[in-house]
């Protein structure tokens, strides 16, 4: 089996806050593309009316998905948390017992794969 760790975040735009949105996610993406090795798919994806935020995160194993989270907590959350409210967080795949405790707080949902496949390109 992986020891890859896929998650998808949904989120809603804080009141007053869309303005703020793109410009922090940007900044985002680029650290995480520049600093992570591990991460490998990090997307936000947004309808055309702003008002909320999914993001796709693939970690090559917990360890990668950890230091997105020291990373992301030294770094962003203070201005994410202001700029989104988590409404559902699936997390994919073996995370372990560290990666769990970390994204408890997110009020994260885990899913073990019981079967299938991954085709990289």
Not at 79 to 100: I, K, N, Q, S, W
Request: aromatic fraction near 10%; include cysteine; glycine fraction near 10%.
């Amino acid at each position: 089996m992986s020891d890859v760790i896929e998650w998808v975040l949904e989120m809603r735009v804080q009141e007053g806050q869309g303005d703020k949105v793109r410009p922090l996610l940007d900044e985002m993406v680029a650290a995480t593309e520049r600093d992570e090795p591990g991460a490998l798919t990090y997307e936000y994806y947004m309808p055309e009316d702003g008002g909320t935020c999914t993001v796709l995160e693939r970690y090559a194993d917990s360890a990668a998905a950890m230091t997105h989270l020291g990373n992301f907590g030294a770094h962003f959350a203070d201005r994410f948390l202001a700029c989104f409210a988590p409404e559902r967080f699936t997390v994919y795949g073996p995370a372990d017992a560290a990666l769990r405790e970390a994204l408890a707080g997110f009020g994260a949902t885990h899913q073990a794969r019981v079967a299938g496949f991954s085709r990289q390109r």
